[in-house]
């Protein structure tokens, strides 16, 4: 009878010190939040993309946003974790090399209070979908062999060394008290500035400026944005990476401001042009959540409706700039949505985060800095660092895939289709 009360209490002790280590219900929602980014790309971002696209290239945009998930994974297990989060160097600019292969992460390793293989998993999937959206900028163009080169070396040059610099401990913007929550800087101005890069290097499409490109299947876009808006609930609210108020709070925000962003856009539209567009206001609805991402975790609910408000407009009217003035086929409207909005969202969060702003009140700036204009300078240092960066770093890749692939398609290929062309597939046979 001792025997087996002492085996009870050794549990029951043992249980508990593990508890203390780990905590279940933080654990269990980043497994939930991990979950949902994925879904963001798989299948969100490439039913979102695919029904923008003309019918003849429907399965290179789903094959990319595939293939790019499967790169991106494989590229983050063998180096990108290592390079974005590995502290053991003190670089501020680039992550050192223990963690290569996932090297030292086992099943009792933590981050935090979660394991961080789960760690690691969660940010592998923000690591896929920030090379998926940068095929919007070169959509039904460009050669396959192409966009999976250019995604592997963008991944460890671009993307892991500015992820390094914003949310590793020891990165020059985390240090100096860069606001991000969830990626700004890291996902949409990164990926947005990349779109823009490519979108002039590989030149426009052959009929864009000459004939109306239209979407082939709206109802297929409007699923997928669908999906983005659910997904995005991971994207935010899993950067809490725990399951507590900061994590709800991000995402009632997120909500808000994709709320009001559609509502924004569309009601733009419906006044300059006299009707609402579906096309419109997923498109507001996404510039919302992109503009939110970087200040979700640091604002209160009547931020996100200015942050929306706002985030519809700029981006609608950056949209224009881009192709109507600039005449630049960023294909599915990276740069405006993503890049702009990243752009606008971090910049505003150094406003909005501020405690001393009433109504708008929300989690207080960064340690060691007391004003919205030290705040501010912060986030404008962050902005044009990383998009100086990323468009130095895209334009050097690009030449090099160049060199090695060559990238845009001849004309007969992008007059027949991506799809017959490159895959030897038809997305439909009617």
Known sequence: M????TFIFLSIFSMSAFADEINGANTAWILTATALVLFMTLPGLALFYGGLVRSKNILSILMQCFA?????????????????FDTSNGNPYFGGFSNVLFANIGEDTLSGDIPESLFALFQMTFAIITPALIIGGFAERTKFSAVLLFSTLWMILVYAPVTHWVWSSEGWLFKMGLLDFAGGTVVHITAGVAALVAAIMIGPRRDFGKSAVKPHNLTMTVTGAGMLWVGWFGFNGGSALAADGNASMAMLVTHISAAVGAMTWMLIEWIKYGKPTALGT???????????????????????????????????????????????????????????????????????????????????????ISSISEQLTVQAIGVGATFLYTLIATVIIFIIVRMITGIRCDGDTETQGLDIVEHEERGYTL
């Open 2 to 5: 001792n025997k087996f009360l």
């Open 68 to 84: 790019i998930a499967g790169i991106a994974s494989i590229v983050w297990v063998v180096v990108g974790y290592s390079i974005a």
């Open 282 to 368: 997923v498109t507001g609805m996404v510039a919302g959540l992109g503009t939110i991402t970087p200040a979700s975790g640091f604002v209160g609910p009547a931020g996100a409706l200015v942050i929306g408000f706002l985030a519809g407009i700029v981006c609608f009217n950056a949209t224009l700039l881009i192709k109507q003035k600039f005449k630049i086929d960023d294909s599915l409207d990276v740069f405006p949505v993503h890049g702009v909005g990243g752009i606008l969202g971090t910049l505003l969060a150094g406003i909005f985060a501020s405690t001393q702003l009433g109504v708008f009140s929300g989690q207080g700036f960064a340690d060691g």
